[in-house]
């Protein structure tokens, strides 16, 4: 033990003797008097100052512990955060790149296919060009009076296949971009209903949890003498991610500035609404990142 922690004890004890010691000798020098003296009382405590510096110690540790377990907690719920932000940026990527590779090869094979048919069909006009050929020289050998004429119904003949191929091609042309435009159609009205339900399960989401933030606020509100039914007062709420208010101010007045500071001070009394964690980031940062609530006295418990 350290010396300091034996010197009040022995000062108390040097001042005890130095009592006792008066006493006495005064009731040897006045013997004579027959007067009974009443002993002092004194009263002596020690005090342990090396245990009272080891508790103060002892408490200081422990609230730097916590709060370093409450920055711990803080750093983990961002990386966190940060890692299914990561994860959910890498898989929109990957579902990207499958795509533009599967239309990749849709149009490959597309063109494909267009080519194999427009050969198939040289390959069919050649053949016919060949045989019509040589049909016209076998009649020509035979019957040189009728070469003529026949020139002619084989050219009208040409000239009524060519028409009729080009309003097939474009008939088949008419139809495929009618297809594609349905098609085309079809997909924007699926992702208009698939983008219609998700804003509506985000919207359900929020209201959930506007009713959780509402009923946090509500319960530490306390009415002013001055609130008055009819008042309205507007609170912009800035948010983390966590819960926590960052910010908070008066965005429209009610006219009595006792009764907005009863709602500001409701606000700070919650101070971390802790359910918001929950939240999926995107709700959040569309709907309570920055949210603007309205008191009215009537809302609100005395």
Known sequence: ???????????????????????????????????????????????????????????????????????????????????????QALKEKQAAEKRKQEQAKQRAAEEKKRQQAAKKKAEQEKAKKAAAEKQRKAAEAKRQAEAKRKQEAERKAAEAKARAAKEKAAREAKEAAERKARNEALQRAM?????????????ASAMSYEAYVVEMITRNWRRSPSARNGMVVEVTVHLLPSGRVNDRYVSRSSGDSRFDNDALRAIDRVGVFDKLQEMDSAVFDRYFRKRVLRFRPEDLRD
Do not use: C, N
Request: hydrophobic letters at 40%.
């Open 191 to 203: 992702e208009a209903e698939e983008a219609a339900l998700r804003a509506e399960e985000e919207r």
């Open 1 to 87: 033990m350290r010396a300091g922690s034996y010197l009040v004890p022995t000062i108390l004890a040097v001042l005890l003797h130095g009592v006792v010691i008066v006493l006495l000798a005064q009731s040897w020098f006045e013997h004579h008097e027959e007067v009974r003296k009443t002993p002092r009382h004194v009263q002596a405590q020690v005090v342990d100052l090396k245990s009272q510096a080891a508790r103060k110690k002892a408490e200081t540790e422990a609230k730097a512990k916590e709060r370093a377990r409450q920055q711990r907690l803080a750093d983990e719920q961002k990386k966190r955060e940060a890692e299914q932000k990561r994860q």
